[in-house]
């Protein structure tokens, strides 16, 4: 569908809704984000971003893992096409998406291997679902549901909107989006999958696009109510070029 009417129709149920005030509908609540991240036209009208991701991955005693830095390019117009790219080690790996078919190149020697193929896939989608936040909680897969207000651990208030994803009618992915109740940008979220739970902060806001992408992000293992146990990742953004 596109972007222009599904947006249209998102908010012409939020007129027929009422907008209750008593319990705030989600899609309320994602499109003030929305405005506050530079407004809805703006994330509409996007065509492409080059961006630089630094993750350094730590384990449960401190030490790091890894560290990659991979280039991202993404086009949002006509379709979603991606390119990723990275060294590790002696190898030269690049990941490009496109027509919905999925190439994968070590050392520019292609790799015609469908294991890869699916993990690099999830890896691509994974990596526009971040960066593109909060403007994919608009997609039809995203099941809203308000979950109130509540207090993070730097004393913050936020609403708090929770998008759960399904696979075969069982439920895959849930994310827990908190958005400051003040300003309404995105200060954070907490993410379950399989048998792990996630707490990303947000450390930073970009200022190059006029959305206020992420710039700097912690991810924590957690347990199901937040309590940290350590700090998994750290991830850098740095905007190259936007369109």
Known sequence: MNKTLYTSILCGILLLLGACKNNPNPVEIVMKSLEAHGGIEKWQHAKELTYLKTTILYDSTGAIEKKIIQTHKNTFQPDFEAKMQWQEGTVAKIVMYKDNKT????????????????????????????????????????????????????????EVIKATYFDEGAVKTTWWYY???????????????????SYIKNIKYENQTGLFLNAERKSYMTDSLRNIKYLRAHYMYEVLTFD
């Open 179 to 197: 958005f400051d109740a003040e300003t309404y940008r995105l200060s954070g979220n907490m993410v379950h999958h399989g048998t792990t739970y």
């Open 103 to 158: 190439n994968v190149f070590y050392n520019d020697s292609l790799q015609n291997d469908a294991r890869l193929e699916e993990k690099y896939y999830k890896d691509i989608i994974a990596a526009n679902y971040v960066i593109w936040q909060p403007y994919k909680l608009l997609d039809k897969e995203a099941n809203l549901s308000y979950e109130g207000q509540d207090i993070l651990e730097d004393g913050k208030q936020v």
